[in-house]
């Protein structure tokens, strides 16, 4: 089989003829329809996470089983999947509780320490292999329905992390980016008013397509002042920053209102911000991350699209021989939305 590999950090993936992998008990092999490649993916591209090389990268899987091992009794050949990308134990705590992202005993990600779906078939445990409903037509969206287990899940879940309610007043920092426009059509969905926080007025247009009812360009705007004056003096219910660095942080901080909270979602910047005990006690503000998803979350995503309430936004799709071409495009902050490979 073909696959895209990454040898050390920085350095180009490089094309390698591979053996087909061969399902052991517990595990199942897919043969790879489509893969996201959003940020997350560039950061492992990167060298921006942990990752062990070499690997083949990729988490944003649709698949069709071809081999299921020993032990396996929930999925056979032919079954169209998609992967939950947490390497978890599923019998501690964390995973007791569905919050199987905190897992005392992680094994790690698919993609990162493991193989994933740069490449044309990929070997999972069979518990990271979940079925893609039959009200979702992958053979005609196989990019799409490949982004939904990351790229609708991960505002998805964002949405219950805050709490998010009809009429309140939502702002997406990164909005026009592939999370971030998801984030945009989720809030949306849930009746909150959306307010879009980008750099580029490409991205704001289609934030605005997506549902935003405004937007601010922080490379032009005072954003603190431009939220301020949107919110009518009132400040944000809720601001979700996928950006993630001090300045977006304490920006998004000091635009909340009375009971806001703010959700970090970037997370791979080690500098902290400042955000004064005084201003968290007079306003009752609440910080938080939010780390990925679960199964279930991705289950309920799934469902969501089949039904037609939502649906993910591919701008762009490449074969795997160009993953180099999609990867200098995410670096440069190109991609509106997500793109994906697809095999030809």
């Not at 993609?111 to 037509?137: C, F, M, S, T, W």
């Not at 984030?183 to 969905?189: D, G, I, Q, T």
């Not at 089949?306 to 990867?327: D, F, G, N, Q, S």
Request: glycine share 10%.
């Amino acid at each position: 089989m073909k696959a895209m590999v990454l040898r050390k950090k920085y350095e180009p993936f490089v094309l390698e003829e591979r053996p087909i992998p061969v399902a052991g008990p517990g595990e199942a092999v897919a043969r790879v329809i489509a893969c996201g490649s959003g940020l997350t993916l560039h950061h492992a591209r990167a060298g921006r996470v942990e990752v062990n090389y070499p690997i083949v990268i990729g988490h944003e899987v649709l698949g069709q089983i071809t081999e299921a091992g020993p032990g396996v009794s929930h999925l056979r050949p032919g079954d169209v999947v998609t992967v939950y990308t947490y390497l978890s134990c599923g019998s501690c705590r964390w995973c007791r509780i569905n919050r199987e992202s905190l897992c005392d005993n992680l094994a790690g990600f698919v993609g990162r320490h493991v193989d994933g779906g740069y490449a044309e078939y990929l070997k999972l445990p069979a518990q990271n292999l979940l079925p893609v409903p039959p009200g979702i037509d992958y053979k005609r969206h196989p990019a799409q329905t490949a982004v939904i287990c990351d790229a609708i899940v991960t505002p998805y879940k964002v949405l219950r992390r805050a709490r998010i309610a009809p009429l309140e007043t939502v702002a997406v920092f990164g909005a026009g980016g592939g999370v971030g426009i998801h984030m945009v059509m989720l809030a949306r969905w849930a009746h909150a008013r959306v307010i879009a926080v980008d750099v580029s007025a490409e991205k704001l247009r289609v934030c605005r397509q997506q549902g935003a009812e405004a937007a601010v360009d922080a490379s032009r705007e005072d954003v603190v002042q431009a939220l301020r004056d949107l919110t009518g003096g009132k400040g944000l219910d809720v601001a979700v920053d996928f950006v993630s660095q001090p300045a977006t942080l304490e920006a998004a901080a000091e635009a909340l209102g009375k009971g806001g909270r703010l959700v970090t979602l970037g997370g791979y910047s080690p500098q902290p911000f400042r955000l004064s005990a005084a201003r968290l006690l007079q306003g009752e503000l609440e910080v938080m991350g939010s780390r990925s998803f679960t199964t279930q979350e991705v289950i309920e995503s799934l469902e969501l699209c089949a039904r037609k309430e939502i649906w993910p936004l591919v701008t762009e799709t490449y074969r795997l021989e160009a993953a180099e071409k999609v990867h200098a495009r995410l670096e440069a902050g190109s991609i509106t939305g997500r793109a994906a490979i697809v095999m030809s």
